[in-house]
């Protein structure tokens, strides 16, 4: 399929998605979010891809949020549309059943944090810079930024950043836990695939499970959490991987999962 505002690229097993708005720093307006959704659709049954990279076009910016420029011309009608299809995006990548990492590659602020939030890891090159300026605006974070943020940061970091709309660096990001990984910028992508091919050598259906599990627990009681990852565990012993996997052990080599 042809996108205009966002690249798609299949590496390896690896799906490259890059938002393609460099002059407007890549804000998210509703069509660079409507195509961000069907490329995940594209990619998401196809067995050659086993993870995404999500990443900004150019040196300067990830995605500087939503497009204010769009956003201050919306009537009510549109906004709720804009905020439904939205808030569908991000939990699409929350809940995406193969690994994906946003590569912050500069400004990642406002919709644009939100964005690498909902990811299932960030890296960050050193130049990158995170923050949740909604409040400058004179409106909040809208796309799960007051939600996401204290799950990842804790709930003082998390109000500091949203109340104050001060941006941070790289690594004061890193030191807070909002990025898993620092990289120089020319590493950026390789320090995402890196953590990428590690997942690729491992049983694809447990992976799978480990997302929804860590997900889905969060926002269950710790009780309530035991028991899924139970019954996520249970259904692992129905799979060809468990058996490859535990024979592989035994056997002294490696697996050749199947991810079935
Ligand atoms: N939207 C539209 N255009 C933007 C933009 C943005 N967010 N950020 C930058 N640009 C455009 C600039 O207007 C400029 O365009 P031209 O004037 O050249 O046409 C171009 O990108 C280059 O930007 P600057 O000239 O400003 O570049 P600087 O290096 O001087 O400054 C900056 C970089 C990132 C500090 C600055 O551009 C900036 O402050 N940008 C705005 C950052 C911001 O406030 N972001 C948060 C936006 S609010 C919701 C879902 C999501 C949201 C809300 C609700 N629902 C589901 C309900 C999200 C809200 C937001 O993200």
């Given at each position: 399929m042809a996108y205009e505002l966002i690249l798609l690229e299949k590496i390896g097993k690896t799906a490259h998605i890059t938002i393609n708005r460099p002059k407007a720093l890549n804000a998210l307006n509703v069509k660079t979010m409507n195509e961000l959704q069907e490329a995940l659709a594209e990619i998401r049954?196809?067995?050659?891809?086993g993870g995404v990279i999500i990443t900004g076009a150019?040196?300067?910016?990830?995605v500087a949020g939503a497009d204010i420029k769009e956003l201050a011309g919306q009537d009510p009608v549109s906004a709720k549309e804009f905020s439904l299809a939205s808030q569908k995006i991000l939990g699409y990548i929350e809940q995406f059943p193969k690994p994906i990492i946003a590569a912050v590659n500069g400004f990642c602020l406002g919709g644009g944090c939100e964005l690498a939030m909902a990811c299932h890891m960030r890296v960050a090159s050193k130049n990158a810079r995170f923050g949740q300026p909604e409040v400058s605006l004179g409106i909040m974070p809208g796309n799960g930024g007051t939600q996401r943020l204290p799950r990842l940061v804790g709930k003082g970091r998390a109000l500091e950043l949203v109340l104050t709309g001060n941006m941070i660096d790289a690594e004061e990001a890193h030191r807070i836990g909002l990025v898993n990984r620092l990289s120089a910028p020319e590493a950026l992508i390789a320090t995402a695939e890196e953590i990428l091919s590690a997942i690729y050598s491992k049983g694809p259906v447990a992976v799978k499970f480990c997302i929804e599990a860590v997900n889905h627990g969060l926002e269950l009681t710790l009780e309530e959490g035991i028991q899924l990852e139970s019954n996520l565990f249970g259904l692992c012993f129905t799979t060809e991987d468990m058996k490859e996997g535990t024979r592989a052990f035994i056997e002294k080599r490696k697996p050749d999962f199947k991810g079935k």
């Open positions: 049954d196809d067995a050659g891809v150019g040196e300067k910016s990830f």
